[in-house]
């Protein structure tokens, strides 16, 4: 009786740890596996193509003024630091022989000036007229020795005059002919030739005068140092009394009211860019970024580097930019609005292709194929495959199984001003 039931209580015993464990085992194959992920929602809005780079400061005009001629400083009329307005008189050269050279030179002009007005006004008038009284005077005599000669000619056919007083007659005749000829070509000469050369040689001087003075008026106004633009002096290297050598600086002068910050981008992103696209310069220093615009996109690559050079200008009134220094450019490229925009570490690339993890309603995970368009920092916009309020999962989704169910989890808050320090202080 012992035996037996001892025998049936482990029986009972041992149907009883089998129902157990198949219950077990049941629960644990009808329990899925859930995976926690953070998500994001696909929003729509504005998105922009900007394009960022380094870039140095350079003013927007820029004069190293050298003088034409080698004299020692007598005086100069501004420091480092002041401002000039465009043909203001910065410095003078010793110039006195320049100055005796000018006054000489000037002297001459007017000498040859008052010259070519006497010869055009008085002496080849009275050449001309004495020249017409002597075609009159030869005029006169040839008529008086023409009626003369026809007057013998008669006489001897009649038989009233020997033949040795025609011929003296027919003698005076001929040359007093000859004496209108000449006077009439010389009148002729002095009206054409006679006065085109007479004038060209009275212009001639006066222009060789004229040139000589104004070459001793320019090499003294080179003695004299003016400003070719309005802006602010950056260097100014010599002293007065020491020599100033031509065609070395002697002062420079930059305009800052505008800055010009040029730096070299890649090609495929210069091809988005367009003169009149807007900017931001940042820079040591600054409280916020100022506001920029592109100016100059080049039309050649950088030969040595395959880039392009790019302008950016930007307003300094207050100066506060300085020339030389590094910036950093923001340009807005393109800027669409009402695009779908999701992060960044939403989007998985493999093997050139763009796919997102969905999370359904059922909270179940699904792949999908997207389209990807412009990327701003942390943010891309997708052309196709989402719309707009679908959650994507943005830390979790790699490696993730498709239709494996997530639990959503919330972002860690961002740390507060004290841990952040107590952070610092560890590191």
Not at 221 to 249: K, N, Q
Request: hydrophobic share 40%.
């Amino acid at each position: 009786m012992r035996v037996r039931s001892l025998s049936s209580a482990l029986m009972v015993s041992t149907l009883a740890a089998m129902l157990v464990f198949a219950a077990c085992s049941g629960s644990e194959k009808e329990k899925e596996p859930v995976v926690s992920v953070q998500v994001a929602t696909v929003r729509q809005g504005e998105i922009q193509h900007v394009i960022q780079t380094d870039a140095v400061l350079f003013p927007v005009q820029q004069a190293a003024i050298t003088p034409k001629i080698s004299a020692p400083v007598k005086k100069f009329y501004v420091n480092r630091g002041s401002k000039v307005k465009q043909g203001q008189l910065l410095a003078v050269l010793e110039n006195r022989d320049l100055t005796a050279a000018e006054i000489d030179s000037k002297g001459a002009y007017e000498q040859a000036q008052a010259t070519y007005e006497t010869t055009t006004a008085a002496t080849l008038p009275e050449d001309i007229q004495k020249a017409e009284a002597d075609v009159v005077t030869a005029k006169q005599a040839f008529d008086a020795e023409e009626k003369l000669y026809e007057s013998r000619q008669n006489l001897y056919k009649q038989g009233a005059l020997p033949r040795k007083d025609l011929d003296a007659s027919h003698v005076s005749f001929t040359q007093a002919q000859t004496q209108y000829e000449i006077a009439q070509k010389h009148l002729a000469a002095l009206q054409s030739i006679g006065r085109q050369q007479t004038l060209k040689s009275a212009k001639g001087q006066l222009t060789s005068a004229q040139g000589k003075y104004l070459g001793a008026e320019a090499q003294l106004a080179y003695s004299e140092i003016r400003s070719p633009i309005t802006g602010e002096v950056t260097d100014r290297p010599l002293y007065p009394g020491e020599m100033a050598p031509a065609g070395t600086p002697l002062i420079t002068v930059m305009d800052t009211s505008k800055v010009i910050a040029k730096a070299h981008i890649p090609q495929d992103e210069a091809a988005f860019l367009k003169t009149g696209d807007p900017a931001t310069m940042s820079a040591a220093g600054l409280q916020k970024p100022v506001a920029a615009k592109v100016v100059l996109v080049s039309p050649a690559t950088d030969p040595n580097s395959t880039t392009i050079e790019i302008w950016v200008e930007a307003a300094n009134p207050k100066g506060t930019l300085r020339a030389g220094t590094n910036v950093h450019l923001s340009m807005i490229a393109q800027s669409i609005s009402n695009a779908l925009i999701v992060p960044s570490e939403s989007v998985l690339t493999n093997e050139g292709k763009n796919t997102v993890i969905i999370v359904e309603p059922d909270n179940k995970a699904h792949q999908q194929d997207v389209t990807v368009g412009i990327r701003n920092g942390n943010e891309v916009q997708i052309t196709s495959g989402l719309k707009a309020g679908e959650i994507v999962v943005t830390n979790g989704a790699y490696g993730l199984p498709d239709n494996t169910r997530v639990q959503i989890e919330k972002p860690a808050p961002a740390p507060g001003p004290s841990e952040s320090k107590a952070k610092e202080d560890e590191t």
